[in-house]
């Protein structure tokens, strides 16, 4: 048995993910550019809106682990586009002959 170790961030990591999502960004395309969970980000602007939010106080999250993740969730989401992107050229293609 494995225990999980639950994910803990910055105030101003929390506090930038709900600066997305007040500036016009879905919670869903936030969350998939930030690596978190869509219900954690919902959470977070509940909490901003309540003056209730939050940072991690024993474990800081460094800049590069940010980074990291961030690129970690755009990499997962390209690799979902350019699946896509193939079996749709196949499927025009075999369409198409």
């Not at 506090?15 to 930030?34: H, K, P």
């Not at 209730?52 to 940010?66: F, H, I, P, T």
């Amino acid at each position: 048995m494995t225990k999980t170790v639950r994910a803990r961030y910055t105030l101003e990591f929390k506090e930038e993910a709900v600066r997305l999502v007040t500036g016009g960004q879905s919670i869903a395309a936030a969350a998939r550019t930030l690596g978190v969970v869509e219900q954690t980000l919902f959470n977070w602007v509940k909490a901003e809106r309540q003056g209730r939010l939050k940072g991690a106080d024993s474990k800081v999250v460094s800049a590069e682990q940010m980074e990291i993740s961030r690129l970690r969730a755009e990499l997962a989401r390209v690799k979902m586009e350019r699946d896509i992107l193939g079996k749709a050229t196949a499927y025009f293609a075999k369409a198409q002959s």
